[in-house]
T-cell receptor, first 107, second 113 residues
Framework: AQRVTQPEKLLSVFKGAPVELKCNYS??????LFWYVQYSRQRLQLLLR??SRESIKGFTADLNKGETSFHLKKPFAQEEDSAMYYC?????????FGQGTTLQVKP | DTAVSQTPKYLVTQMGNDKSIKCEQN?????MYWYKQDSKKFLKIMFS???????INETVPNRFSPKSPDKAHLNLHINSLELGDSAVYFC????????????FGNGTRLTVT
């Protein structure tokens, strides 16, 4: 079965602390994985994709095929990072989302 | 301004009514989607069209009928609205191909009373 699991509904950290938002996937083929972010009152937008291996707004995510994980990390959280984060798997053009994790960065 | 735009932004209606949500994209994408975000913020795919052809049709009540007059538009018509249809509906588009990301509209918040 194709599935994305984000085990944490809410992650609350202080500004400057490291952040890791967990994502595990279930897919038998070669996965296409993404992180999307939804800031308050804004549209859902792409944050990063695994194939790019880039850092966006200080966030990185590494695909670990052995652990079937694609965790999102940032070494020093900022208040403006507070948002809803979705991990997504894209098999055959159909984007499957995890349940989402709300990141709350406290001052 | 290149974007995915959907109207209306808010829709409040009574049970049993029929309503439509419109979506348009000017990004030159060939594939469009409707997603439903429930009260727990869970996003679930409903439909997808590629070049006006239905390619994904998840388990959605047949009261929901998508229509794509051309590849830049994908509208969603809902008949006999029920309380459980209350949600935020997102339109999205992309270019078909590996690693091509989705571009989302702002969402339509539907409230059925």
């Amino acid at each position: 079965a194709q599935r994305v699991t984000q085990p944490e509904k809410l992650l609350s950290v202080f500004k400057g602390a490291p952040v890791e938002l967990k994502c595990n996937y279930s897919y038998s083929g070669s996965p296409e994985l993404f992180w999307y972010v939804q800031y308050s009152r804004q549209r859902l937008q792409l944050l990063l994709r695994h194939i790019s291996r880039e850092s966006i707004k200080g966030f990185t995510a590494d695909l670990n095929k052995g652990e079937t994980s694609f965790h999102l990390k940032k070494p020093f959280a900022q208040e403006e990072d507070s948002a809803m984060y979705y991990c997504a798997l894209q098999p055959a053009g159909k984007l499957i989302f995890g349940q989402g994790t709300t990141l709350q960065v406290k001052p | 301004d290149t974007a995915v735009s959907q109207t209306p932004k808010y829709l409040v209606t009574q049970m049993g009514n029929d309503k439509s949500i419109k979506c348009e994209q000017n990004l030159g994408h060939d594939t469009m989607y409707w997603y439903k975000q429930d009260s727990k913020k869970f996003l679930k795919i409903m439909f997808s069209y590629n070049n006006k052809e239905l390619i994904i049709n998840e388990t959605v009540p047949n009261r929901f009928s998508p229509k794509s007059p051309d590849k830049a538009h994908l509208n969603l018509h809902i008949n006999s609205l029920e309380l459980g249809d209350s949600a935020v509906y997102f339109c999205a588009s992309r270019l078909q191909g590996r690693q091509s990301p989705l571009h989302f509209g702002n969402g339509t918040r539907l409230t059925v009373t």
